[in-house]
T-cell receptor
């Protein structure tokens, strides 16, 4: 069945770049998403990429999509303490906007 | 804009008790969802709705019921709570056309 996988933890130094990786299985997904969850809060959309794109850049965020390998990555440049959160990768399943979610990657920032 | 509002934010139940979680959105979205979040498991879809008066089962519907009598509200009910339903519950609504989900702040439920 469909599955989205991502590492549970990533630790980076403040000021470095963070790269969070995700693999998915459904090649028919239309959109792929990155959501951010801060402690005690709901999820917020960070960015998304349409399946016919290879890359999307939005300020400090860069999303790369490799459809052949079914690999999605999120790069955060100049990582700050405010970037500490759990980052979820998700792919769209169908026209009802149902998503398949990864388990989330907790980003830990070291001073 | 309030966005998506969930009530209550916290609740403790005893096994066998019932309760209802309320979700309200002010963005005129057709699609609404109830998820549960458990550590290390990401989000799992309980039920969803594609419009007023409609509901459908998600990935983990057992033990839950939902209703969407008004477009802006989506209710999640637990008829007989079990400890396995201890979780954080999130409501979300979807914007067209990208399917961006707007989440509430979550409802933390503990079943003793």
């Amino acid at each position: 069945g469909e599955d989205v996988e991502q590492s549970l933890f990533l630790s980076v130094r403040e000021g470095d770049s963070s790269v969070i990786n995700c693999t998915y299985t459904d090649s028919s997904s239309t959109y792929l998403y990155w959501y951010k969850q801060e402690p005690g809060a709901g999820l917020q959309l960070l960015t998304y990429i349409f399946s016919n794109m290879d890359m999307k850049q939005d300020q400090r965020l860069t999303v790369l999509l490799n459809k052949k390998d079914k690999h999605l990555s999120l790069r955060i440049a100049d990582t700050q303490t405010g970037d500490s959160a759990i980052y979820f990768c998700a792919e769209s399943m169908n026209s009802n906007y149902q998503l398949i979610w990864g388990a989330g990657t907790k980003l830990i920032i070291k001073p | 804009n309030a966005g998506v509002t969930q009530t209550p934010k916290f609740r403790v139940l005893k096994t066998g008790q019932s309760m209802t979680l309320l979700c309200a959105q002010d963005m005129n979205h057709e699609y609404m969802y109830w998820y549960r979040q458990d550590p290390g498991m990401g989000l799992r879809l309980i039920h969803y709705s594609v419009g007023e008066g409609t509901t459908a089962k998600g990935e983990v519907p057992d033990g839950y019921n939902v209703s969407r009598l008004k477009k802006q509200n989506f209710l999640l009910g637990l008829e007989s709570a079990a400890p396995s339903q201890t979780s954080v519950y999130f409501c979300a609504s979807a914007g067209w056309p990208t399917g961006e989900l707007f989440f509430g702040e979550g409802s933390r439920l503990t079943v003793l």
